[in-house]
């Protein structure tokens, strides 16, 4: 197996990279704000891309569209290449792929509300455990009656269905309170006004598509735009990433040991993946990124501070990258003490007392040897990009989105036939039913219909609607989305 490394930066005319068979070991990007992450983490994206491994990026600050255009000479690109020994640096453009879930900044990304599931749905709506309860109910009932929960509306027509039966609904399924599904359905209006709209739906996003090389083998970096996103919606915006790491749990197969990795994900603010999460979210998530790296897949999380990140998902980042950190109160040095301890000691570094001293560009490092050990910390400058620093402009930007290879294939969103569209039409059907029955004389009825009751039981009520959907080959089970392999579900 032949080896490809990815260089990191240096000292002292010394150059330290990372082993890309490293790299699904994952790894970690923090500091302090301002003080260089944003550039490590271009400057990563940059190595895999040369080593023709696919990546994608959240840009929740904007300037990350600079990696498609060449880089400008700097007096402190040259100090930094002198630094770490560097003399294969080419100012150079990467090839990029630009997404964005508003369709504004770059092609838009979506996901169906059963893609999404129950679990992450309730995360990124705040429910409590009752309410959570009857969201579960919801998706059961539709999957076992063959309605497809593809977007917002979808879910609002069967809890609104749901509201009006639940005297019906068996007991299997448990009590659904009028309460519950309140606050569902506000909470759902609510993720509306945010703009989820535009996220959840057909076409739903393909994951294959971010995993492309371009003609000249290098990996096409997708770049997600979520400057908007996290401002307006930022539970949405960690929803999106821990869907996106569980559909390539899901659907790429084993693997095993590789010269480098299939795709590496790097998450920003990835602090916003835990607050909050229930310990039933940690723990899948735990599970998949430990189990993630047998796909050939890397994730880098970038945050302020590595405690934002869970001990069980830090302990499986093997490549840290350590910017400066604040030391102002005795919590912040506290703070500063257990992050020197996350990292195997160098004799000739006091590690605790160079997190409070790092200069902007400069970092502590520690990555994976080839037998997977950590190595000793090394105190090193950044390498510099070799794309520029800063966003592309707005025309430039369109001018990419034109020529794109994706352009087209997701702008036109498709609303086919599902719950809401099965729903709504067995309720008309009742009503003009009802219509019927108020205009035909009493004295021509049936007796046995007049002693009948007109109100519809749970099985006859769902039975109307699944003559269209089965008609309609929509009869299919619906997959529950996020982590439905380790949930027991099956696609």
Request: net charge neutral; hydrophobic share 40%.
């Amino acid at each position: 197996m032949s080896r490809v490394f990815i260089r990191i930066g240096g000292k002292n005319k010394q150059l330290l990279a990372l082993d890309a068979a490293m790299g699904n070991r994952h790894g970690l990007i923090a500091g302090a704000t301002g003080s260089g992450k944003t550039v490590s983490l271009q400057m990563l994206a940059e190595g895999f891309s040369r080593a023709g491994v696919p990546v994608f990026m959240a840009d929740v600050k904007g300037d990350l569209s600079g990696i498609g255009l060449p880089g400008k000479a700097h007096q402190e690109v040259e100090r930094r290449l002198g630094e770490a020994a560097i003399s294969d640096y080419n100012s150079r453009p990467y090839p990029i792929l630009l997404w964005d879930i508003f369709a504004e900044q770059g092609h838009p990304v979506r996901a169906t509300i059963s893609d999404i599931g129950p679990l992450l749905l309730s995360h990124v709506l705040e429910l409590n455990d009752t309410q959570s309860g009857v969201l579960y109910a919801t998706f059961r009932i539709a999957d076992d009656n063959g309605l497809l929960l593809l977007d917002l509306k979808d879910l609002q027509s069967m809890l609104t269905w749901m509201l009006e039966h639940r005297d019906d609904v068996p007991k299997k399924y448990g009590n659904i309170s009028s309460a519950s599904v309140g606050a569902i359905q506000r909470r759902l209006l609510v993720l509306e006004e945010q703009g989820a709209s535009h996220f959840f739906g057909e076409p739903a996003l393909a994951i294959q598509d971010f995993m492309h090389c371009d003609f000249s083998g290098q990996g096409v970096i997708s770049l997600l735009d979520a400057t908007k996103l996290i401002r307006r919606a930022p539970k949405l915006y960690a929803t999106f990433l821990l869907w996106l790491l569980s559909e390539l749990f899901e659907n790429l197969p084993e693997v095993g040991d590789l010269d480098k990795p299939k795709l590496v994900l790097f998450f920003d603010e990835a602090h916003l993946l835990f607050d909050g999460a229930p310990k039933a979210l940690l723990d899948k998530i735990e599970q998949v990124v430990r189990l993630i790296r047998s796909k050939g897949v890397g994730v880098f999380f970038v945050s302020q501070s590595p405690l934002d990140i869970p001990e069980d998902v830090l302990g499986q980042l093997g490549t840290r990258i350590q910017h400066t950190l604040r030391a102002f109160t005795p919590r912040d040095q506290k703070a500063v003490n257990s992050v020197a301890a996350t990292f195997r000691p160098n004799p000739h570094i006091d590690t605790a007392s160079a997190i409070t001293e790092l200069g902007i560009g400069e970092a502590l490092v520690s990555t994976l040897d080839a037998s997977g050990a950590p190595t000793p910390v090394e105190r090193i400058w950044i390498a510099p990009p070799e794309s520029q620093i800063g966003p592309m402009d707005v025309s430039m930007r369109q001018q990419r989105l034109q020529s794109s290879p994706m352009a087209g294939k997701y702008d036109q969103m498709i609303d086919r036939e599902s719950a809401c569209e099965l729903l709504q039409a067995r309720a008309e059907t009742e009503t003009l039913q009802q219509q019927q029955q108020i205009k035909q004389p009493a004295w021509s009825k049936p007796k046995a219909a007049a002693r009948a009751s007109n109100r519809q039981s749970f099985g006859e009520a769902m039975a109307k609607s699944l003559g269209r959907s089965i008609a309609s080959n929509l009869g299919r089970r619906i997959a529950r989305g996020l982590l439905g392999s380790l949930l027991g579900s099956s696609k």
